[in-house]
Structures are given as structure tokens and as C-alpha cells.
């Protein structure tokens, strides 16, 4: 997967490497060398050198991969020409490359779980100062009753730190179960092999095989999607607040306009914007590749590879937007009570309730 112009918007440069074509293709070598360990053992050192010595040339094999409909079936051909010792025992490639697909997903997903908790942060810190700041609300697009701007954050935090937990709750399993899913090749050692590859790699023991059910793929992808979902809710807040007619919020550095000089955008705000409204088309691709039939899907299951990486990538970027928008955001008191015309009920109470809810369970 290659990140454009645009990705380079995400902030401070960063790229998810865990996400790339280059790194899935390296994690299926990263299986076949744990499968050694678990299935083979006796040639597991063996399997290793082979593997260390094999040259990885992405260009190459992505061109190769499109003959047999997947990467892993050249990469083994290569793997066995120099020694078939203990490589790809009783798997098949949809094992493969489904835990390589798994070992992505597990570090990209953290690294969002990491950009949520830092924006959840700076959002407590906003709804602590901003607990009893008053605000008008709005509701429909029109002006409703006076609230706080820190019952409002604290919406904004409860939804992130719900996103952040339940991304951190994911299980992301190891994938092992032969030709037909049935483990035939290893009877009756199927299950023990697949326990032992699960700990080799770090991923989660199904103790099933999940060849033609994609649910812990729509799990991820559902997952991604809600936060993604959450931060572009808050970006449009942001957009919302810092129109010249409004005034009542400005990022820390606003972008310009090439045209008109006098502007102050909320490009951070506008970015995360851009980014998450990618995410729900390419949830609906991977709940559309529910449609796995029979014991291996013909095209569904070929569609999630890169659909859930960039899913997992325009989230982080999303969301790492989200945090430079909301770090160091500009709050206009004054302006905000300027338009206040009353009492604001249990505003305070809700954004205080806001920090219970996101301290419990965090340290």
C-alpha cells in the first residue's frame, strides 16, 4: 500500500510502516518461520536460515502473485527451491496470509490506540479548564440553550476513549487450518500446532479455523470505522466553531489560503475530516467480503487484504489530525459568553462526569 501527497498531511510526516505492502509481505515470512517452530520443530533452525536467506523483492513477487491470486504461493515456491525443510507445514496460504494479515493489524491498530488516548488527554484537559465556560447550544444548525464548552468536550471525550477501548479490546487470531480448514496434513496435531504458531507470533488462539467466516475481520474493520467516525464528528465541531461568523474557536496553527491572505482555517480540522469520510466505503467492501463462500472465497477473501490496512491507515491519520487540531486549540471565552442568555443546568455536572467516566480504568 503506498501513502500519496495527501497522507503526508497525517502529521509530522509519519507513515504507518506496519501497514505497507513491504511489511505484510515480510510478515508472511515472519509466519512461515513461526509455523517451523510450532509444526516442524526439527527443522525449525533449518527453516530459518532459509528464510533469512531468501531476498524479498516486493515489485517482483507482487508481479509473480498475480498468477496463483496471492503473494504466498511464489514466495513458498521460492522458500522450498532453496530447502524444503520444515517450510509451510500443513498450511495453507490463506493461512498465511491471513496471521501476516493479523501481525499489520495488531501494531497499526495499537499505534491508533496510541493517537486516541493522547487526543483523549488533551480533550480531559479542555474539559477540566472548560467545565463551567459557558456556551450556547445548538441544535438542527440553530441556536437552542446555554451549555458549557466542557460538557461539550466532554462528549467528545467519552466517545474517544470509548473508541480507544474497544479498538484495545480486538482480538486479532492466528490463522491455521490446511487446504480445506479441517487440518487434514497434521491430524491429529492441528489444534496444538495452531495453539503454539498463536504464541509464536503474539496473536490470539481461535482454537477454530475462520477460513470462511470474516467476523474478526469485520470486528477490526467496525472498530476502525467508529473512530474514525468519532473524530470526524469533532472535526466538524471544530470547522463549525472556527467560522469568522462564530469565532469561537482557532487552532493553534490555523492554516492559510492561497488566494485570500486574510484566512484562518482549520486545516487540522479539515484533514481529519478528509481522511474519515474514506472509512465507511471501505467498511462496507470488508462486510461485503462477509460473502466468503464455501471453504474459501473466491475474490472476498482477496478484496480485505488491502482494505483493511487502509482502513486501519486513513483512521490513524484521521485521528492523528483530530489531536493536532484539538493541542493547543484556541478557546474565545469571551466571544462564547457574549452569546449566553441564561442558566446551563447540569453542564457542569455532565462534563465532570465526563473525567469519571474516562478515569475509570485508566491510570
Not at 229 to 252: H, M, N, P
Not at 290 to 313: F, M, P
Amino acid at each position: 500500500m503506498t501513502r500519496s501527497l495527501y497522507s503526508d498531511l497525517a502529521g509530522s510526516g509519519e507513515h504507518l510502516s506496519s501497514l505497507s505492502d513491504e511489511t505484510f509481505l515480510k510478515n508472511l515470512l515472519v509466519v512461515e518461520a513461526a509455523l517451523a517452530v510450532a509444526a516442524a520443530p526439527e527443522h525449525a533452525a533449518m527453516a530459518k536460515a532459509t528464510i533469512d536467506t531468501y531476498q524479498l523483492d516486493v515489485e517482483e513477487l507482487s508481479r509473480r502473485a498475480a498468477e496463483g491470486g496471492n503473494p504466498l504461493i511464489p514466495l513458498v515456491t521460492d522458500l522450498k527451491a532453496i530447502n524444503p525443510a520444515g517450510i509451510h507445514i500443513g498450511a495453507t496460504s490463506q493461512d498465511i496470509i491471513d496471521s501476516a494479515l493479523m501481525l499489520c493489524m495488531k501494531e497499526g491498530v495499537g499505534e491508533v490506540v496510541d493517537k486516541l488516548k493522547k487526543l483523549a488527554r488533551d480533550l480531559a484537559e479542555l474539559t477540566a479548564e472548560h467545565k463551567a465556560t459557558p456556551i450556547m447550544g445548538r441544535t438542527l444548525g440553530q441556536i437552542a440553550t446555554p451549555t458549557t464548552f466542557g460538557a461539550l468536550t466532554g462528549g467528545w471525550l467519552v466517545a474517544v476513549d470509548n473508541a480507544a477501548r474497544a479498538l484495545e479490546a480486538l482480538e486479532f487470531p492466528v490463522s491455521y487450518g490446511g487446504a480445506s480448514g479441517n487440518m487434514t496434513a497434521v491430524h491429529p496435531r492441528g489444534f496444538e500446532i495452531q495453539a503454539k504458531l498463536a504464541e509464536e507470533l503474539g496473536l490470539f488462539d481461535p482454537q477454530w479455523v475462520w477460513h470462511s467466516d470474516r467476523t474478526p475481520i469485520t470486528a477490526i474493520a467496525s472498530a476502525l470505522a467508529t473512530a474514525a467516525g468519532v473524530v470526524r464528528k469533532i472535526a466538524g465541531d471544530v470547522v463549525f466553531y472556527s467560522q469568522t461568523e462564530v469565532g469561537e474557536l482557532r487552532e493553534k496553527s490555523p492554516g492559510g489560503s492561497s488566494a485570500m491572505p486574510h484566512k484562518a482555517n482549520p486545516a487540522a480540522a479539515i484533514a481529519c475530516d478528509g481522511y474519515a469520510r474514506r472509512a465507511p466505503g471501505l467498511l462496507a467492501t470488508l462486510f461485503d467480503a462477509l460473502d466468503c463462500r464455501l471453504q474459501r472465497g473466491t475474490g472476498s477473501w482477496h478484496a480485505e487484504w488491502a482494505t483493511l490496512r487502509e482502513l486501519a491507515a486513513v483512521t490513524h491519520s484521521a485521528v492523528s489530525r483530530a489531536a493536532t487540531s484539538i493541542d493547543g486549540i484556541t478557546v474565545n471565552v469571551d466571544v462564547m459568553a457574549s452569546r449566553v442568555n441564561g442558566p446551563t443546568g447540569h453542564a457542569e455536572d455532565l462534563a465532570e462526569r465526563a473525567l469519571e467516566i474516562y478515569g475509570k480504568g485508566r491510570s
